[in-house]
């Protein structure tokens, strides 16, 4: 591995003096915040903030064309609802895409990606890739651009699910930082902006559980720090299925903060929470919180989310 990119590197993080904890919540603005989204979000403030950590909110909507029509806003509307007050101001990635295109060219630079002109047809139903263009040295003009992977395997403790393992080339091959229609992948957003915002806890949903290896590997090209993960189990509707947008979760009902938050609380299985100014409560999630107590797997909501 050249490590001469770390030395090119001119992406300084934020420094955070005593702070050993920084967290963060980050929302894709594909659709308006649900349930799932809170519980989330309740989740990561409380694990920061019972560790008097620091806690921040990022907008992942680099992908512009999939960003919901008034979801933004929305998510915006939420935070302040819910008394979500972050620690530094809101970020947008759709603000800073040239920060994620010079990271790219110092990639390029130690030869660490290639472009790729592989279309969807041509893989078909392959799930690894396998390397079809990693020698021909394409022009990187109008192609995809993916990041090398080694044949090793990497490892991590999750907070919650315990020792994760994956060997990306056996398991997935060289991964796409770029595509084709020059939109930026979050695997590369997601791990410039949590180096740049000095984040060093993240708590999120296992559906993003497969992603981690990646992230990890592009942080080891760059020589980012490793960050520390907790992979929330999936809450299940009452018919078996995670709460998604892609599933239409209904939308957070504002109107019903309060009773939303205690809902949120219970479903990670802590200490109920009066009912009472979202601010207060979630002063006492904060007092009362235990990690130790929330399930590994699912979150079933029948008879706690109505």
């Known amino acids: 591995m050249d490590t001469s990119l770390r030395e090119k590197s001119d992406f300084s993080p934020v420094r955070w003096p005593n702070h050993a904890y920084i967290?963060?919540?980050a929302p894709s603005p594909t659709g308006p915040l649900h349930f799932g989204s809170l519980i989330t979000a309740v989740a990561s403030y409380c694990e920061a903030k019972s560790q008097h950590g620091k806690w921040l909110v990022r907008i992942e909507d680099t992908d512009i064309p999939r960003i919901y029509?008034?979801?933004e806003s929305h998510i915006l509307r939420c935070l302040d609802t819910f008394a979500f007050e972050?620690?530094?101001p809101i970020i947008f990635q759709k603000d800073h895409l040239a920060r994620y295109e010079a990271v790219i060219d110092q990639l390029k630079h130690c030869n660490l990606v290639y472009a790729c002109q592989c279309t969807r047809k041509i893989l078909g139903s392959n799930a690894i890739y396998a390397g079809t263009c990693r020698n021909l040295k394409l022009d990187f003009k109008h192609q995809a651009i993916r990041l090398k992977v080694t044949d090793q395997q990497i490892c991590f403790?999750?907070?919650l699910q315990g020792q994760q393992c994956s060997n990306l080339q056996q398991d997935l091959g060289d991964f796409v930082l770029k595509r084709r229609d020059g939109i930026i992948n979050?695997?590369?957003?997601v791990v410039v902006d949590d180096h740049l915002q000095g984040v060093t806890h993240v708590v999120r949903g296992a559906d993003l559980l497969d992603n981690t290896v990646r992230q990890i590997w592009l942080g080891h090209c760059l020589g980012y720090?490793?960050?520390q993960y907790m992979h929330l189990p999936l809450a299940m509707n009452a018919q078996g299925q995670k709460l998604s947008k892609q599933n239409l979760a209904q939308?957070?009902?504002l109107s019903q903060a309060p009773q939303l938050l205690a809902q949120a609380v219970l479903a990670l299985h802590q200490e109920p929470i009066e009912i009472d100014q979202p601010a207060i409560m979630l002063k006492q999630a904060v007092t009362q919180w235990d990690r130790s107590r929330i399930p590994q797997h699912q979150i079933h909501l029948s008879?706690?989310?109505q």
Not at 186 to 189: C, H, I, P, R, S
């Open 157 to 159: 403790e999750d907070a």
């Open 23 to 25: 967290g963060r919540f």
């Open 86 to 88: 972050p620690d530094a």
């Open 251 to 253: 939308a957070l009902d």
């Open 186 to 189: 979050y695997q590369l957003a």
């Open 303 to 305: 008879g706690i989310y």
């Open 69 to 71: 029509p008034g979801s």
């Open 225 to 227: 720090s490793q960050i």
